[in-house]
């Protein structure tokens, strides 16, 4: 890449990806073109994050993050459709509908129970037909398989205009807010409490992660539903984010209290915050020390390439453990949202979500879903982590040519 060359990394790199002992204190990142090592007064008293770093403002940073969050939201989809479907499968939404011979015919009952090839078929009418428990997923695999037979290959993709509507302006706030609170928040605690900088991340990620949440959840509300609801008739296109938004509100049409209604599309906020911001906490403490330790191995011999395979392999194990941490928090948010009655909806506390599902399900209730939600948070943190340096990267080079 142009820029980099081989004795040295790019300080719009270097500055984000490696901050944070937390074997104690900060450490600002040596300017690896040097053969010379920082002095041990240079991590001591405050030090400028490298220029490159802090110049680039909110919009530059802002931009970075939409581009990465497009790219990730695309390739992951599917998962996420997997997993939403053996969440909202766990808490007792049906994919198969009842034949109704009278009200849809035989030609859409035969056309709707068409068996997949290892299920055990029956017959009606003399046609080879499934019973409902083949409509049932038994894990992220079969989601896939029985949604491309009885759906179409493209509703794996059902909810991407929702996602990126959801992701360009979710991580549009979200990173850019993290990389501005931990550069002030590291630099406050230098000066005043260097005991307390490893816990940059921590605090930055978390507070960053709760304005997002808060200013887009109507959005996470509706991509949950439309993934989470399958469209039975034969012909019917299902319903996009702003009918499925309205569908949120229509039960409290008749009521008096317009302005409070609105509460409805941030439905399940208290369990998306009860998810995100401890999914934000460890995955930035992991991810820091992680990347910072990679690029200390790479040295003076990397290059850029080196820097965004760091980037992207603590992006990816730390994006997987937080996923897996967090996921009785999904189950119970994903619970909330797809709730049809919007009045008993918005009484949900999270704590009696999660009292449910441990009574009705158990540890394996608790963690419904958390393959795909692992398999589909790694590479989308690693991909984000990535794209946004290179992102970064390019816009500096063009601020600076």
């Known amino acids: 890449m142009a820029g980099c060359s081989r004795g040295s990394l790019p300080t719009w790199m270097t500055a ?75 808490a007792g939404v049906l994919y198969h ?52 037979r009885q759906e179409g290959f493209g509703r794996l993709w059902r909810g991407t205009n929702a996602g990126l509507a959801l992701a360009v302006p979710t991580v549009g706030i979200y990173l850019p807010c993290y990389d501005i ?21 921590l605090v930055a990620g978390s507070v960053a992660r709760s304005l997002a949440c808060i200013a887009c959840s109507p959005i996470e509300l509706a991509r949950t539903r439309m993934q989470a ?40 906020v208290g369990a998306q915050l009860a998810r995100d911001v401890p999914f934000s906490g460890i995955c930035w403490s992991t991810l820091e020390p992680i990347r910072r330790k990679l690029l200390g191995l790479v040295g003076e011999e990397g290059n850029a390439a080196s820097v965004l395979g760091a980037n992207f392999a603590a992006g990816f194990v730390a994006g997987s453990l937080a996923a897996g941490a967090t996921c009785p928090l999904d189950v119970a948010k994903t619970r909330r949202q797809i709730e049809k009655d919007t009045e008993k909806a918005m009484r949900m506390t999270t704590r009696q979500t999660l ?39 390019a816009l500096h080079q063009r601020q600076t040519s």
């Open 16 to 90: 984000a990806a490696s901050r944070v002992d937390l074997t104690g204190g900060a450490a600002s990142p040596p300017h690896l073109g040097s053969s010379s090592s920082p002095s041990p007064s240079s991590s001591s008293g405050p030090q400028p994050a490298a220029g490159a770093d802090q110049e680039l403002g909110m919009f530059e940073r802002a931009l970075s993050a939409a581009g990465a969050a497009f790219v990730s939201a695309i390739i992951v989809n599917p998962l996420d459709v997997a997993k939403t479907r053996l969440q909202a499968q766990a």
């Open 97 to 148: 509908q009842p034949p109704q011979m009278a009200a849809l015919g035989p030609d859409a009952i035969l056309s709707e129970f068409k068996c997949s090839p290892s299920c055990t078929r029956g017959l009606i009418l003399g046609e080879p037909v499934c019973p409902p428990d083949c409509f049932q997923y038994k894990g992220t695999l079969d989601v896939f398989l029985k949604v491309v």
């Open 181 to 201: 609170f931990r550069n002030w928040i590291e630099d406050f605690t230098r000066n005043n409490a260097p005991g307390l900088t490893p816990y940059a991340p």
């Open 229 to 268: 609801y399958k469209e039975f008739r034969p012909g019917v296109k299902p319903p996009g984010m702003y009918k499925t938004l309205v569908g949120v509100l229509s039960p409290l049409a008749s009521s008096s209290q317009n302005v409070q209604n609105y509460r409805a599309l941030w439905t399940g």
């Open 355 to 393: 009292t449910e599902i441990w009574r009705s399900g158990g540890v394996k209730g608790l963690f419904t879903g958390v393959g795909p939600r692992v398999a589909r948070a790694g590479p989308s943190v690693g991909i984000v982590v990535s794209f946004y340096e290179v992102v970064k990267y």
